[in-house]
C-alpha cells in the first residue's frame, strides 16, 4: 500500500516589508587603571566633558577586575615553605557616547587624564 504525499507551497499575503536601519555611530571608550579612585575620576571628567558638550553617554559600565598573583619565595635557599604572595590589580570601565560630533571628538582628545590611566578609543557602527 503506497501514498502519495505531495508538497504545497503557502504563499503568504503581504510580501516582506524592508525596514530601513540608520546606522548609528558610537566611540566605545574603555578605561583602565590600577587605582580604582583614579579610573573613577576620568570616567567622572570624560563624562562631564561630553555632556557639556550635549552629546549622549551610555554607562560607565564596570567590567569584572582582573587579578594576576605573583607567589615568591621569601629566601633566596632555604625555607621553602615561607613565601610571601603578590597581587596586580586591573579595573576596568567601558563608556559609549552616541553619535558624536567633531567638537566632542576635539575635546576628548585635548582631555589630560592622570597618569597610570590608559585609554583606549574605538569608532563603532
Not at 548609528?24 to 566633558?49: A, M
Amino acid at each position: 500500500m503506497a501514498t502519495a504525499t505531495t508538497k504545497t507551497k503557502i504563499k503568504s499575503a503581504s510580501p516582506r516589508k524592508k525596514v530601513e536601519k540608520t546606522e548609528t555611530v558610537r566611540l566605545r571608550i574603555k578605561v583602565r587603571g590600577y587605582d580604582h579612585t583614579l579610573v573613577d575620576q576620568s570616567v567622572k571628567q570624560i563624562i562631564d566633558t561630553a555632556l557639556r558638550l550635549e552629546a549622549s553617554v551610555v554607562g560607565p559600565i564596570p567590567l569584572p577586575t582582573d587579578t594576576k598573583k605573583f607567589t615568591v619565595n621569601r629566601a633566596a635557599f632555604i625555607d621553602k615553605d615561607s613565601r610571601e604572595q603578590f597581587e596586580m590589580r586591573t579595573h576596568k570601565r567601558i563608556l559609549d557616547i552616541m553619535n558624536p560630533t567633531g567638537k566632542v571628538v576635539d575635546a576628548l582628545t585635548n582631555l589630560s587624564l592622570p597618569s597610570g590611566v590608559s585609554v583606549d578609543v574605538k569608532t563603532m557602527t
